[in-house]
């Protein structure tokens, strides 16, 4: 006979050996192994000594009975119960509820109905292990709630709690009996009650686990604090939460909360971090293009316009060379509360919001945002404003610093339609602005950005304009007034652009001078008019002087005395045959390192003179420190004469004085027989002009030089 798998130890107690045989019997032919007892006394000793899966107890039994060997079982066991299924006399009612008392699972009555008695068995260990397994799962997911800090809660899908457990977290708001049996809309506030229910009624739908955030105030203990006129409360305390919900039947869901307090605070700090400039505290670059960004969406939609406003500080560079980078950082503090002071909501014409419309983009850079724009105007005078706060001085320390702003800006939607246009647009406008003279304000326009693109054209091409021999010189002679003869010539730079043609050097020097390549442009010049100096020297005739413009750039570069001396010693000029032209302005910027140049240049025997004087300082008691040894009168003053009375006073005062500290005065620009004359009268000592001769190409100059040679030898 086939027999089934082994599935089962019974134990079973009976003092009826036929009883015995006939339970055994059925038991195998179900697959049950068992075991035999014929007393009390030895069931107990067989289950202590087997552990057995089922116990089939007969209730009469001599000594221990079958309800004493329950009781005394259940007694000993742990919560894990084996099944014991008794076997009683009748079906009288009193036995059966005895066996159940004693703690039996299940009972039999004689006359037992043999074939259906192992399937009872099967029945009832299936059943028991379904128990036991089910209670292990209880008691894990009873471990598992414990160990979560988590609020629980059953809810059915009409939003009524079913069960709710307390978590063990201090911010757990609601008590149990707050909401056993309640709806949600009597415990939380509509708002969250209403997506809850929501959430809720779509776990359901759906099957899929929802979650939702949502924040509760905590009333503080004790009343609540006084807020004096004018101050702002605090905002009220309040707790971050988070439910997730999952569908446990068709009708019910269970939810867990936890408080989220912590982690929305560390988040608030990362994006404090991550949008705010830690130097100044005011939002950086990456808030402030996300403000920008939503400004944007804002505006298109309300069909409204705004402006960028691009500031950079004017003179910051040298506040962090010469003060160092603690006074720069200060500076950069002062300047951004100034600048948070001047854009306050009500000056800006905007929404409340203001704290977001200021930004420092890194360095000097910092950008304004004004909403809600309604005139250009309104911006322009915004932007007159910031240049205004920023020319009050900054006291940092003992430092009393005074900075200027230049300031671009940008207008949506007119100068463009995207974030990083505008931003662009309003820095071009700053650039523009800077090359206006600094301390300005201008508005973006699209000839601007051509311009730009022009001008780093023209810096591309003045990078290739020396090695491509597109320089070259004009010469303009300098008469001496006494005996009309030409004593000197000047240096006069000129570009032909293989394209644009001829270019002014009232264009490209500039450009040279910012892009950094004035100085060796410069000594090229240098080198060049030395060279051709040297040429139009002729023995036993009066020197030719050549002179040549040194920008501020040049004069700056510490190589400068070193490249003027292997100028000459390359060329072989005299030194007092080279006549440097500075402007005052250049020697006014650092008198300390002026002073020391000039010491140098001059122990190298070279002849130096100002230019362009008039146009600016004009303090002959400062040039009388610097020694140079002559003046040369601005165009400008020459221009008017002899009919300007004002500009002939100048210069007649301007020869005088020169005169008086020992200095050679050379007058620019004369054009007509008339100021010569009056030059002449003044006692001016060298003219240049155009009535003289032009910038002149060097066989011009040569042939001028011979022609003046040959009538002083008739
Ligand atoms: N650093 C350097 N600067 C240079 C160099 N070469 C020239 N420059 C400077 O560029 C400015 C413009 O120079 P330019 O166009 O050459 O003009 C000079 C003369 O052509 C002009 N001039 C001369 N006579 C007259 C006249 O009678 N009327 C009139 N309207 N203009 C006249 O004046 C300019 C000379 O100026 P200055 O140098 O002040 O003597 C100019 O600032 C040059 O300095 C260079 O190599 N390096």
């Known amino acids: 006979m086939a027999t089934s798998p082994k599935r089962g ?12 045989l006939l339970m ?16 009390g006394l030895q069931a107990m000793a067989c289950y202590h000594s087997v552990a057995p899966d089922l116990v089939l107890l007969d209730v009469d039994m001599p000594g221990m009975d079958g309800f004493a060997v329950c009781r005394e079982i259940r007694r000993l066991e742990s919560p894990a119960a084996v099944p014991i299924i008794m076997v009683t006399g009748g079906d009288e009612l009193e036995s059966v509820t005895r066996a159940y008392e004693a703690g039996a699972t299940d009972f039999i009555s004689k006359p037992i109905n043999w074939p259906i008695l192992g399937h009872r068995v099967l029945y009832v260990l299936r059943a028991s292990d379904a128990i036991s397994r089910l209670r292990i799962a209880d008691a894990q997911h009873r471990a598992v709630l414990a160990a979560i800090p988590d609020t629980f809660f059953r809810m059915n899908k009409d939003g009524y709690y079913l069960d709710y457990e307390q978590g063990h977290e201090a911010s757990n708001v609601f008590a149990s009996e707050m909401c056993v049996g309640r709806h949600l809309s009597q ?47 605090a905002p009220p305390p309040v707790r971050h939460f988070e439910a997730r919900l999952v569908a446990t039947g068709p009708n019910e869901v269970l939810g867990l909360v936890r408080d989220i307090s912590e982690r929305k605070r560390s988040e608030e700090q990362i994006r404090r971090l991550a949008y705010c400039d830690s130097l100044t505290g005011i939002p950086n670059r990456q808030a402030f293009l996300e403000t920008l960004e939503a400004e944007l969406a804002r505006s298109r939609k309300a069909n409204k316009k705004f402006a960028v406003l691009f500031m950079d500080l004017d003179a910051f560079k040298r506040v962090n060379d010469t003060l160092g980078h603690d006074v720069g950082d200060q500076l950069l503090q002062a300047v951004s509360e100034r600048l948070r002071d001047t854009t306050r909501p009500g000056d800006l014409v905007s929404r409340a ?44 320390g003992t430092h009393e610093i005074f900075v ?55 810096e591309v091409g003045l990078r290739k304009a020396l090695r491509n021999d597109e320089l070259y010189l004009l010469y303009q ?44 442009i410069g000594e090229w010049v240098l080198r060049t008019a030395c060279q051709q100096a040297v040429a139009w020297q002729t023995p036993g005739k009066a020197p030719v002087r050549m002179a040549v413009n040194l920008s501020a750039k040049q004069f700056k570069d510490e190589n400068l005395t070193q490249i003027v001396l292997s100028a000459l010693h390359d060329s072989g000029l005299p030194p007092e045959l080279l006549e440097l032209e500075l402007t005052e302005g250049t ?38 420190r610097f020694e140079v040894r002559a003046l040369k009168i601005d165009k400008s003053f020459i221009n008017g004469l002899p009919a300007d009375s004002e500009n002939a006073a100048i210069t007649r005062a301007i020869i005088a004085m020169a005169h008086g500290l020992k200095m050679a005065v050379v007058a620019e620009g004369v054009e007509t027989v008339a100021q010569l004359l009056l030059l002449e009268q003044y ?18 100059i040569h042939r001028m030089l011979a022609d003046q040679a040959a009538l002083a030898m008739t």
């Open 404 to 458: 200027t702003a230049s300031i671009g800006i940008s207008l949506y939607p007119e100068d463009g339609e995207d974030c990083n246009s505008l931003l662009k647009f309003a820095d071009t406008a700053m650039y523009h602005a800077k090359n206006c003279g600094k301390n300005n304000a201008k508005l973006y326009s699209s000839s601007l950005t051509m311009q730009i693109m022009s001008h780093v054209q023209l």
């Open 587 to 624: 020697l006014m910027d650092d008198a300390r390192a002026t002073m020391v140049t000039l010491e140098q240049l001059r122990s190298i025997g070279v002849y130096l003179s100002i230019d362009d004087f008039g146009t600016g300082y004009s303090s002959m008691n400062y040039l009388k």
């Open 24 to 39: 055994l019997e059925m038991l195998a032919q179900v697959g049950l192994d068992a075991i035999e007892a014929e007393d």
């Open 683 to 700: 006692g001016c000592d060298m003219v240049q002009g155009y009535h003289l001769g032009h910038p002149s190409p060097p066989d011009t």
């Open 477 to 520: 002679p300098q008469i001496d007034v006494a005996s009309g003869q030409i004593t000197g010539v000047e240096a006069l730079v000129r570009w032909r652009h293989p394209e644009r043609g001829l270019i002014s050097p009232t264009e490209f020097i500039p450009l040279a001078e910012e892009a950094g390549l004035i100085v060796p």
């Open 353 to 396: 919001e203001s704290a977001a419309n200021l930004a420092r983009l890194g360095g000097d850079e910092f950008t304004i945002l004004i909403p809600d724009l309604e005139r250009v105007e309104d911006a322009l005078n915004v932007a007159h404003r910031v240049k205004e706060a920023m020319r009050r001085p900054f006291v940092l």
């Open 187 to 233: 415990v939380l506030p509509p708002d969250i009650a209403g997506h809850m229910l929501t959430q809720v009624r779509d776990v359901l739908a759906t099957q899929h686990i929802g979650s939702l955030d949502y924040e509760l105030p905590l009333p503080l203990p004790g009343p609540a604090p006084r807020v004096r006129q004018g101050e702002h409360s």
């Open 9 to 20: 130890l019974v134990l079973v107690a009976d003092d009826d050996p036929t009883m015995r």
